[in-house]
T-cell receptor
Framework: GAVVSQHPSWVICKSGTSVKIECRSLDFQATTMFWYRQFPKQSLMLMATSNEGSKATYEQGVEKDKFLINHASLTLSTLTVTSAHPEDSSFYIC???????????FGQGTRLTVV | QQPVQSPQAVILREGEDAVINCSSSKALYSVHWYRQKHGEAPVFLMILLKGGEQKGHEKISASFNEKKQQSSLYLTASQLSYSGTYFCGTERGGNTPLVFGKGTRLSVIA
């Protein structure tokens, strides 16, 4: 099946710093990728849709200036959490679809802890 | 609009069966089912596209009633490895983001 790789798997950062998370489609091109956030014991909540070569589309309530998304190529989307605070600590997961297939594949997820 | 899953949690003994339901108040294009183990990313189980479609793999199967905007996931003769949280994801059009239900936590005990 299609492979989506996310890096890093976990990160601990100090409050006020920025963290970048990468999401790569390894064996297919993805014009669209999706970023989700999951708090403990809760569902995956869609944050934004990342579009290659254009601006991301953010869900209501998600601060676009805080969660910067860049989709510079057909195989890479990045999510940067700027000026991170402890309340940003969460599990961040990206997802992408291989154009010719219907199922969405997920990256391994990144556990962010802001101290 | 987030789909509604039921039950929220279920505990089974090995070999028992379970049904997890997913319903939406909006018309659906497809329903996707995933299983997530603690600390890991969701793993794709299956996707259902057409009204009335049913499919399965080994002892896990699912159905999709397009008219009722409902899908059910059936786990038969459960195994310890079935433990995890099951999410249904719905979409209203092709290549649109999936919206996930709150999940059903399934625990299979020996």
């Amino acid at each position: 099946g299609a492979v989506v790789s996310q890096h890093p798997s976990w990160v601990i950062c100090k409050s006020g710093t920025s963290v970048k998370i990468e999401c790569r489609s390894l064996d297919f091109q993805a014009t669209t990728m999706f970023w989700y956030r999951q708090f403990p014991k809760q569902s995956l909540m869609l944050m934004a849709t990342s579009n290659e070569g254009s601006k991301a589309t953010y869900e209501q309530g998600v601060e676009k200036d805080k969660f910067l998304i860049n989709h510079a190529s057909l195989t890479l989307s990045t999510l940067t959490v700027t000026s991170a605070h402890p309340e940003d600590s969460s599990f961040y997961i990206c997802s992408a679809r291989d154009g010719g297939r219907l199922e969405a594949f997920f990256g391994q997820g990144t556990r962010l802890t802001v101290v | 609009q987030q789909p509604v899953q039921s039950p929220q949690a279920v505990i089974l003994r090995e070999g028992e069966d379970a049904v997890i339901n997913c319903s939406s108040s909006k018309a659906l294009y497809s329903v996707h089912w995933y299983r997530q183990k603690h600390g890991e990313a969701p793993v794709f189980l299956m996707i259902l596209l057409k009204g009335g479609e049913q499919k399965g793999h080994e002892k896990i199967s699912a159905s999709f009633n397009e008219k009722k905007q409902q899908s059910s996931l059936y786990l038969t003769a459960s195994q310890l490895s079935y433990s995890g949280t099951y999410f249904c994801g719905t979409e209203r059009g092709g290549n649109t983001p999936l919206v996930f239900g709150k999940g059903t936590r399934l625990s299979v005990i020996a």
